[in-house]
């Protein structure tokens, strides 16, 4: 049961080089969501999907873009990587009708350094 | 808008004391509201979540919460800290009437340290 996967799981990156976060569930959740965890910030959300097909912004969206083709698959695009990109970052999924309602479950996320 | 604040950012405790770690949050309808846990180099774990059934909510590892909405509070408590409690600890609030599963607001996180 591997629950929520995200690739890499480290990737150092140069100023203005892009990159792809995969983050793919076998659960068949509805809702995946991208956070960043930054020291003494706690996790903010960048982007989240409540489908196929659907996706929105949420606290701090700029500089990132995402898609959601499948149910499983929610990937993650910097599209030109800054400093300030620095972080952790997390894929989580939920289901109202899977563990707590609004559970998040989470990957074990990726650490991602741009110099 | 939705906030969580966790007070005290570290917070130390003997191996056998009581554990306390305080979150107060804002929301303008009925929250649910979760406590998570992140051990060294890994994703967030739910430790229990409060969903407008009974106010004092058991978790796993021998924490609990308690709901007071007269003081807008929920927080975590474990009566005898062991060794292997020391990790981050996450408060989040989702409210309850927006369909928007993904979106929780977390604090800024309680780092629990245990000593012998």
């Known amino acids: 049961n591997a629950g929520v996967t995200q690739t890499p799981k480290f990737q150092v990156l140069k100023t203005g080089q892009s990159m792809t976060l995969q983050c793919a569930q076998d659960m068949n959740h509805e809702y995946m969501s991208w956070y960043r965890q930054d020291p003494g910030m706690g996790l903010r959300l960048i982007h989240y999907?409540?489908?196929?097909?659907?996706?929105d912004q949420g606290e701090v969206p700029n500089g990132y873009n995402v898609s959601r083709s499948t149910t499983e698959d929610f990937p993650l695009r910097l599209l030109s990587a800054a400093p300030s990109q620095t972080s952790v970052y997390f894929c989580?999924?939920?289901?109202?009708?899977?563990?707590?309602?609004?559970?998040?479950?989470f990957g074990e996320g990726s650490r991602l350094t741009v110099l | 808008a939705q906030s969580v604040t966790q007070l005290g950012s570290h917070v130390s405790v003997s191996e056998g004391a009581l554990v306390l770690l305080r979150c107060n949050y804002s929301s303008s309808v009925p929250p649910y509201l979760f406590w998570y846990v992140q051990y060294p180099n890994q994703g967030l774990q739910l430790l229990l979540k409060y969903t407008s059934a009974a106010t004092l909510v058991k978790g796993i590892n021998g924490f609990e919460a308690e709901f007071k909405k007269s003081e807008t509070s929920f927080h975590l408590t474990k009566p005898s800290a062991h060794m292997s409690d020391a990790a981050e600890y996450f408060c989040a609030v989702s409210e309850s009437n927006t369909g928007t599963a993904s979106k929780l607001t977390f604090g800024t996180g309680t780092r629990l340290q245990v000593t012998l």
């Open positions: 989580a999924s939920s289901s109202p009708t899977a563990g707590a309602p609004w559970e998040l479950f």
């Open positions: 999907s409540v489908g196929a097909g659907i996706t």
